[in-house]
């Protein structure tokens, strides 16, 4: 498909478990978002990709999250020692370039419980 | 004071009414606005991009207040296949990429 693609999709971890959810951007896109959805609430940004380059990462929680994007194409952000408060769903936004007006394509997202 | 505000709703409209929908914003540096729709665990679309000479696409009017700091959605003749949640979200900066700051969504149910 042509869209951005999650994986997985969902995902159950038990408290203290390490997880890592992907992203596939779309094809040729420069810029990769990554964005935090709780229940009931807006999508909060949590960091932001250039190409490899992670430019903002101001967003994320604690250390215990981690994002990369070695080739500038697939993204992957990590979580570590999950706790409860991170249950969420996760999404990533991709945009073709740099610009303001370039609109920010969502995938599906992953939805993460943590037990 | 959370950087976009929402009234969460819910807007129970009859199919055929006009509804509007409102959200203000605190960072006065704010450059880019837009209206996104989500569906019920779906993700998130742009549904329409916000300027102060006001926009229209179809049933759709945006407009933009900046003095105020106010943002507005008006959809006409309103059909069951809006029912959704629609997310106010403002992009901060200008010239490069920039994260999108969202509204917690105003949540529209259209009934027949």
């Known amino acids: 498909g042509a869209g951005v693609s999650q994986s997985p999709r969902y995902k159950v971890a038990k408290r203290g478990q390490d997880v890592a959810l992907r992203c596939d951007p779309i094809?040729?896109?420069?810029?990769l978002f990554w964005y935090q959805q709780a229940l009931g609430q807006g999508p909060e940004f949590l960091t932001y990709?250039?190409?490899?380059?992670?430019?903002?990462k101001s967003g994320l929680p604690s250390d215990r999250f981690f994002a990369e994007r070695p080739e500038g194409s697939v993204s992957t952000l990590k979580i570590q020692r999950t706790q409860q408060e991170d249950s969420a769903v996760y999404l990533c936004?991709?945009?073709?370039?740099?610009?303001?007006?370039?609109?920010?394509?969502f995938g599906p997202g992953t939805r993460l419980t943590v037990l | 004071r959370k950087e976009v505000e929402q009234d969460p709703g819910p807007f129970n409209v009859p199919e055929g009414a006009t509804v509007a929908f409102n959200c203000t914003y605190s960072?006065?540096?704010?450059?880019?606005f837009f209206w996104y729709r989500q569906d019920c665990r779906k993700e998130p679309k742009l549904l329409m991009s916000?300027?102060?000479s006001g926009n229209e696409d179809g049933r759709f009017t945006a407009q933009l207040n900046r003095a105020s700091q106010y943002i507005s959605l008006l959809i006409r003749d309103s059909k069951l296949s809006d029912s959704a949640t629609y997310l106010c979200?403002?992009?901060?900066?200008?010239?490069?990429?920039?994260?999108?700051?969202f509204g917690t969504g105003t949540r529209l149910q259209v009934t027949l």
């Open positions: 094809s040729g896109h420069v810029s």
């Open positions: 936004a991709s945009s073709f370039s740099v610009g303001v007006k370039d609109e920010q394509f």
């Open positions: 960072n006065s540096a704010s450059q880019s």
């Open positions: 990709f250039q190409n490899e380059a992670q430019l903002d």
């Open positions: 979200v403002v992009m901060p900066k200008t010239g490069t990429a920039s994260k999108l700051t």
């Open positions: 916000v300027y102060s």
